[in-house]
């Protein structure tokens, strides 16, 4: 026997039926959805719908682009590396004794950094710590985003597919 896939009048997926009948007025369509929770329009299914990992794969993505600051001065407009857990860990350490200067009082002693061009460039220690705050910040905006897209993906309350979790208007700028 050959198993024959069904849909409700609304586009429902039904499941596939091996020699049972289907339930009255399903609609035969040719193959199942990638999802359970897609529907058929009468020629293709509906996009997959976002899950929590695709939440997690934008957050990732979005966060690996990495940081722009801008330092002022020469160093003006720098990208900072910001793709995994190390970069995180290296910009504390140098969040850390970029404060203990300043708690020592030499917040213009000139600190190097190394932005995500391979680039060195230098500023000081006040300047650099601001910096690393503010990335946190960001950081913590684009983790908050990402556990509200999370919360709706959980709760059924997000319509969108997993394409549209990319889009700009649900994280921040």
Not at 64 to 75: D, E, I, K, P, V
Not at 101 to 128: C, K, M, Y
């Amino acid at each position: 026997m050959t198993t024959r896939f069904y849909v409700d009048a609304e586009g429902a997926y039904l499941g596939g039926f091996d020699g049972a009948a289907p339930p009255q007025g399903a609609v035969e369509v040719g193959a199942p959805p990638a999802d359970g929770r897609q529907k058929w329009n009468g020629e293709e299914w509906s996009a997959p719908p976002a899950t929590s990992k695709d939440v997690g794969a934008e957050r990732a993505r979005r966060t690996g682009l990495g940081y722009r600051h801008n330092f002022g001065g020469s160093a003006g407009i720098r990208t900072l590396d910001s793709r995994d857990d190390s970069d995180a860990i290296n910009w504390l350490g140098l969040k850390n004794i970029a404060d203990r200067l300043i708690a020592d009082g030499q917040g213009e002693t000139l600190l190097s950094v190394r932005d995500a061009n391979d680039e060195t460039f230098q500023s000081s220690a006040a300047t650099i710590s601001a910096a690393l705050l503010s990335m946190a910040e960001w950081r913590g905006a684009i983790l908050a985003a990402a556990w509200a897209l999370k919360d709706q993906v959980k709760a059924g309350t997000f319509d969108g597919s997993r394409a549209d979790i990319a889009r700009d208007e649900y994280w921040p700028g």
